[in-house]
């Protein structure tokens, strides 16, 4: 089955500074990235997805690049703030599309 | 339209309680999906169901059964609980892209 490592686990980062979290994923097959975003207590939810025909996606100040020969895929968040403080996961879904598979998690903490 | 939605939200058993974690889902989604969430571990998926009738073990499926009732609901059983089975437990479903996930439930087993 799939794969799905991702770095780093903690990250700090001053407000306004960026932030770069990355996965790797191991089979060539999967075709949809997507980022969840997880505040404490909460539940995962979509910020961000990427599909296997594209090699970048931008929404505001959040970023997704996939590089599919080296099988890995970053997310980026520009301009941090406070509230972008949260655990981030990176996903990979096979070409079944019937199962996602998660990475461990990136616990990101913004200082104001 | 309340997306994905879960009871218990909160459950404490003592080892070897049975209990069934209900999943309802009003996005007429095909795919359901059922995970844990332990620290430092990520979701690991547990069982899924591409659609109704049809069910499928996931990464960690020892000690849980699971139904699919009809195309909303899908529920996970705990035969006999094991304190290793504490964890939170998250629904989700899914149609072509974007999986949506219920509040969760934290489990403790004592």
């Known amino acids: 089955g799939e794969n799905v490592e991702q770095h780093p686990s903690t990250l700090s980062v001053q407000e306004g500074d960026s932030a770069v979290i990355k996965c790797t994923y191991s089979d060539s097959a999967s075709n949809y990235f997507p980022w969840y975003k997880q505040e404490l207590g909460k539940r995962p939810q979509l910020i961000i997805d990427?599909?296997?025909?594209?090699g970048e996606k931008k929404d505001q100040r959040i970023a997704v690049t996939l590089n599919k020969t080296a099988k890995h895929f970053s997310l980026h968040i520009t301009e941090t703030q406070p509230e972008d403080s949260a655990v981030y996961f990176c996903a990979a879904r096979g070409l079944t599309g019937n199962q996602f598979y998660f990475g461990t998690g990136t616990s990101l903490t913004v200082i104001p | 339209n309340a997306g994905v939605t879960q009871t218990p939200k909160f459950q404490v058993l003592k080892t070897g309680q049975s209990m069934t974690l209900q999943c309802a889902q009003d996005m007429n989604h095909n795919s359901m999906y059922w995970y844990r969430q332990d620290p430092g571990m990520g979701l690991r998926l547990i069982y899924y169901s591409a659609s109704e009738g049809t069910t499928d073990k996931g990464e960690v499926p020892n000690g849980y059964n699971v139904s699919r009732l009809n195309k909303r609901e899908f529920s996970l059983r705990l035969e006999s609980a094991a304190p290793s089975q504490t964890s939170v437990y998250f629904c989700?479903?899914?149609?072509?892209?974007?999986?949506?996930f219920g509040p969760g439930t934290r489990l403790t087993v004592l």
């Open positions: 989700a479903s899914s149609e072509v892209g974007e999986q949506f």
């Open positions: 990427i599909r296997s025909n594209v």
